[in-house]
């Protein structure tokens, strides 16, 4: 078996409500690790509990910039106890997403940053969301010095040059199925520009499904068409792709 590793999955949507245990038994045949991120207020308990349930599953918890209007008090405070969890590995999924426009940019500056200070008190990487929002993203994560943290941006969409901004900070670089894609230019000059050790590769299940299954469902298994593509842009063989993203997954989640 492969040392796969999917470091962002959302097994818990609901797409994954009829067959989520063959999707499980999937990942126990095939992969190493999967970290299974909280993005909502309900959500989160549930993929604590799941990590709790299967020792190839971390979690990571936190407010999605998309439901920042969900915000209470009471909910940070739970975030917070969740996220001292030993099976959360990571603080997120945050950041800033100015595509969809669900909330106000400020609004989810603010929250942003209190996902920082979380982590920065808990030494656990953070699991970073940036769409559309390169700019107030790289300012933010220099402002607070978020570097004491680290983690990742995943499902990076940004250039070259951020990626390599982001890499001295210490963050390193999630990619996933759209790297895949016919018309995914920057994803391409990314994967083969960056230096390996700042790369991982992630599914985002059920989304971002890689080809040849795009349009489909994606599940945390089909991250190794991802590794395929990657590897075969960089000119590597698919063991040292996988074997050296494995490495740097463990890495950045801080797992032995």
Partial sequence: MMNLFDTHAHILDDQFNDDREQVIRNIYDNMALVVNIGCNLEDCPHTVALAEQYDKLYAAVGLHPEDVKTYTPEGWDMICRLAEHPKVVGIGETGLDYYWDTSTKDAQKVLFEQHIDLAKQLHKPLVIHDREAH?????ILKRTNAKE????????????????????????????????????????????????????????????????????????????????????????????????????????YRLK
Avoid: W
């Avoid at 700019?135 to 300012?139: A, F, K």
């Fill in 135 to 139: 700019g107030d993203t790289l300012e």
């Fill in 149 to 252: 943290a680290g983690g990742i941006l995943h499902a990076f969409s940004g250039s070259v040059e951020m990626a390599m901004e982001v890499i001295k900070m210490g963050f390193y670089i999630g990619l996933g199925g759209p790297v895949t894609f016919k018309n995914a230019r920057k994803a391409v000059e990314v994967a083969q520009a960056i230096p390996l050790e700042y790369l991982v590769i992630e599914t985002d299940c059920p989304y971002m499904a890689p080809v040849p299954f795009r349009g489909k469902r994606n599940e945390p298994m089909l991250v190794q068409h991802t590794a395929a593509k990657i590897a075969e842009l960089r000119g590597i063989s698919l063991e040292e792709l996988i074997e050296a993203t494995y490495q740097n997954g463990k890495r950045v």
